[in-house]
């Protein structure tokens, strides 16, 4: 199974937890919270191997998106887009998914 559903490459056990608290989010001016801005694709560091992750932070918690405990990691930025419009979704649908 992999961290991202079938767009993302990094299985859940290579997600980096570590990476993703190292990126130094930009929370002095963070994006207005509202249906267009409450998440946002951040890139984060390379892990040991070379490969480059993106993940989701969401605004309105001031937390990165999560799944079991672990950061959602994607190898590529257009999986966590992806994550971003499934979150919007359930937005609308006034579903919780915290």
């Known amino acids: ?3 991202g559903g079938p ?3 990094l299985p859940r056990s290579e ?3 570590e990476a993703a608290r190292a990126v130094e989010l930009p929370a002095a001016d963070p994006p207005t919270v509202g249906a267009a801005n409450r998440y946002e ?3 984060l560091p390379p892990d040991d191997q ?3 992750g993106w993940a989701v932070v969401d605004w309105l918690t001031g937390r990165w ?4 405990g672990e950061v959602d990691v994607y ?3 257009f999986g966590a887009r992806a994550c971003i419009r499934r979150l919007r979704y ?3 649908l006034g579903a919780r998914h915290d």
């Open 15 to 17: 997600a980096r937890p």
């Open 65 to 68: 998106v999560q799944a079991g």
């Open 75 to 77: 190898a590529a930025e």
């Open 50 to 52: 070379g490969r480059e």
């Open 1 to 3: 199974m992999t961290s």
């Open 7 to 9: 767009d993302s490459l």
């Open 90 to 92: 359930l937005d609308e």
């Open 41 to 43: 694709v951040v890139r």
